[in-house]
C-alpha cells in the first residue's frame, strides 16, 4: 500500500451521505452488535453536525486508480469542555474499508487529525472506541493516546 497515495477531500452531505452510512452500518456491525442502527437519526445527525463544522468532515479517498476510490471517512468536531474551560478536539469517527486497516492508512487519518485541531488551536484531543477493537486501541496508542476513561455496561 503506498500511503502517498492516501487523500482526503472536503464530505460533500449530498454526494456523500449515503456511502457514510454504509460505513456507519459496517462500523455498527463489527463495533457493537448490540446496538440497534438507526438510518434516520444516523443522518439527521451527520447533516446536522457537518452544517455546524462542514471543514471537519473527511472523505479518505485513494488516487492510485482513476477515478479515485473512497475508502474510508473522518470525522472531526470542536467542543468545549466546561470542566477544563478549554476547547478540545472530538475525533468523532474513524473508518476504513477492510481491505485498508493495517496498512499504514490509518496513521494518515490520526495525523490528519492532529493537523486540523492544531490549525484551531486546540490542545487536547478525545477518542472512543469498542473496548473488543483491538487494533484501534493499538492504533491510538501508536499516535499518542492514553486511556483516560472506562466505560462499564450491565445487562439487566
Known amino acids: 500500500m503506498e500511503t502517498n497515495k492516501i487523500r482526503f477531500r472536503q464530505f460533500a452531505y449530498d454526494s456523500d451521505h449515503q456511502t457514510i452510512c454504509q460505513y456507519h452500518r459496517d462500523h455498527m456491525k463489527i463495533n457493537f ?11 439527521e445527525t451527520l447533516k446536522r453536525e457537518w452544517q455546524e463544522e462542514p471543514e471537519g468532515m473527511f472523505v ?10 473512497d475508502v474510508g471517512f473522518l470525522w472531526l468536531n470542536t ?4 470542566h477544563r474551560k478549554a476547547k478540545f478536539g472530538d475525533v468523532h469517527y474513524v ?10 492508512v490509518g496513521r494518515l487519518l490520526m495525523q490528519k487529525a492532529d493537523e486540523y485541531f492544531g490549525s484551531k488551536g486546540v490542545k487536547t484531543l478525545r ?3 469498542a473496548a473488543s477493537y483491538s487494533a484501534s486501541i493499538k492504533l491510538y496508542e501508536k499516535c499518542g493516546y492514553q486511556r483516560t476513561r472506562v ?3 450491565k445487562e439487566l
Do not use: C, M, W
Not at 79 to 82: A, E, G, R, V
Open 33 to 43: 452488535p448490540k446496538d440497534f442502527f438507526d438510518e434516520d437519526i444516523f443522518l
Open 60 to 69: 479518505v479517498q485513494d488516487t492510485s486508480s482513476a477515478p479515485p476510490r
Open 79 to 82: 467542543k468545549f469542555s466546561p
Open 95 to 104: 473508518h476504513l474499508i477492510p481491505e485498508y486497516r493495517g496498512r499504514g
Open 127 to 129: 477518542l472512543g472506541t
Open 151 to 153: 466505560i462499564f455496561e
